[in-house]
């Protein structure tokens, strides 16, 4: 018999397999290896990520569902909630004890009864409402703030990108913005 | 790609080199005597000899583990540069004798511990794949063995080179061997409880815990080795610099294992006694998973106090971490159960402070707000019992409740928890004497109101509670005095009694209230026990005013006024029909 994370870990996969919930696609990158997952990301209908793919990897660690899984998107990504390197910041995916923004209750944090599921599901949401409190991303939290449009068109531009149409590069965006 | 290159140059360096020497001395002593007598060719040498381990590195890899997985490539590759710095910390302790045959063993000692980092995750992938193959079983099994092997002989020679020759750097690689060996013995008792595991139909429930245990011993010995190594070296050689990196990771890894067993035993204990096994019947009832592992529940399901239903060991392993229900995060350690007495001070710590203060705050400004103050200072500011000779001195204790309600809830909150407490009606008994002062606090009482354990709780809570019959007391006599007044008006100053009527009027108790308001010290009890909101009706309701009125007008009731209470009586309603007037 094996480990009861792996063996929850593969009925989780069962189930993500057998009744996906719309828009998120998540499965271990490898099947010799449960405690990596790759996820597929749809942007939510309705707000400036409309359309995109945004991938991101799930890891596990030995001990879930007693500890939160990690997750970090492995596109570029500009979002209040997600830091530059795509780590993504939520109180599902923190343990009860660690707060690293100071700012959340314990009962929105990670509980066993969560899954990935859930925490695809919240990310889906935080993309379409960015918490501009827990700026993990400060230059995001402040351009979704004050400056929305031009927060939009970057949205845009990631989305054009993950499609492969690319509009203007990223990078550029950001240069010119730091040039104005 | 890159490594081939190199190895080839070196290949080819070498082959020069000894092709050079031969060609120039024609006879193999001589050669060998140039060579090591020319120092560029042994540099060439030696560079070869490290290519040799690298590439018998590579060999013994790709045999024991096949394909290295990216996490174990870098846990390997963050391990070495440690490893590689302390190596070289140590050379500076045994500079003396540096020699070629010193930095073979210090490689071979790198080379080793290498190894027995990468049999380490190994062993732990077990519990992550699916796909356990019997050429993993005999990979791991060949690869302990050899290691353990080597390090075996590698003590036995330390230690018969430290008896004959004495003391030497030999020392350093008894020891480093010595922590390698239980490095091995660890891997292997976590593989067999895997293998265990892995080829039983059943979950196996208690392995977590024989894996703390293991970590827990297994650290044990690692702590005393790393200190008799410490102790031994600053006494022959001076402070092992090296050697402290990894001592002080391995004393962390043993204060947590040891808080995890602890927190584990705790976890079994209250899952023994605290909770009932769930009946087939509710477990029909309810949906039948165990919201942790995904699994349906057989056997050996409890139930929390909040009505959910999880796996015995599920829980045990969550409630290592946290003592709340999964579900509905139901602070399960300050729920009312019975056995209250088997909750240990350390986990409440954490867990029931914010609820519990809630009963504090819910009860309103009743005397038990005065906890954040130091006890004995509460102990000064109350009035002893009796009527109070002046009235400055309720005047003074009440308004601190208020700002106490205010500070309370921002700071830390009690740490302590007692189960609802009967409240007797205390107003015909004799209440206990408190402390008048601080110089009346014997050094043993002051030293019950300190510190943390259960008896200084008790001796703390204790005060608590005098406190509150004392102020329980002092209301009701404010009552006692206000119903006199208002039985019999006083005829002598009929102006004045208007005034200070009237102004008990717009305070919020007046006169005619006082069958409410004698009941109110009571509700005040039931509230403070049962936790209920009883905000809306806070116990002492008088206002200072009014029990000035009330007790100016008893005073003058009972005709015992001194001259000096006369005359404060008479500022005190002066001023209060000052303020009266003031609005109009």
Redesign the interface.
Known sequence: ????????L???YK?LTLNPPEGIIAGPTN?????EWEALITGPEGTCFEGGVFPAKLTFP??Y???PPKMQFTCDIFHPNIYSDGRVCISILH??GDDPMGYES??ERW???QSVEKILLSVVSMLAEPNDESGANVDAAKMWREDRSEFNKIAETLVRRTLGIPLRPYRAVMANRDQS | MRFLGISFVSFLLTSIVVANAYYQKKQFYPSVVYITKSNPSMAVLYIQAFIGVWILGKLMRKIFFGQLRTTEFEHLMERSWYAITETCLAFTVFRDDFTPKFVALFTLLLFLKSFHWLAEDRVDYMERSPVISWLFHVRILSLLLLLGALDLHFILHAYQSTVTKGASVQLVFGFEYAVLITVVINIGIKYALHSVDLNSETPWDNKAVFLLYTELVMGLIKVILYVAFVVIMVRIYTLPLFAFRPMYYTIRNFKKAFSDVILSRRAIHNMNTLYPDATPEELQAADNVCIICREEMVTASKKLPCNHIFHTSCLRSWFQRQQTCPTCRLNILRTPTPPTNNNIPGAQANQVPNAFFNVFAAAGPNPFQFQNQPNAEVGANVAPPGPPPTTSGSAATAPPAGENLGNGAGQAPPQFMFPPFPFPMPFMVPPPPPPANLAALSEEELRQLEGNERHNVEARIQCLRNIQVLLDAAVQMMQQYSVATAQQQPPQRPPEANSTNSEAANGSTPPTNHPTSSQQPGTSASSSGDAGDSKKEPPIEITSATIVNGVSESLDENSTVTAEEELRRRRLQRFLQNEQQQPN
């Open positions: 018999m094996a480990g009861s994370a792996l063996r929850r593969m009925a989780e189930q099947e010799e290896n449960f405690f030995p001990d569902p007693l500890s343990a009860p314990s009962a509980s066993p009864v």
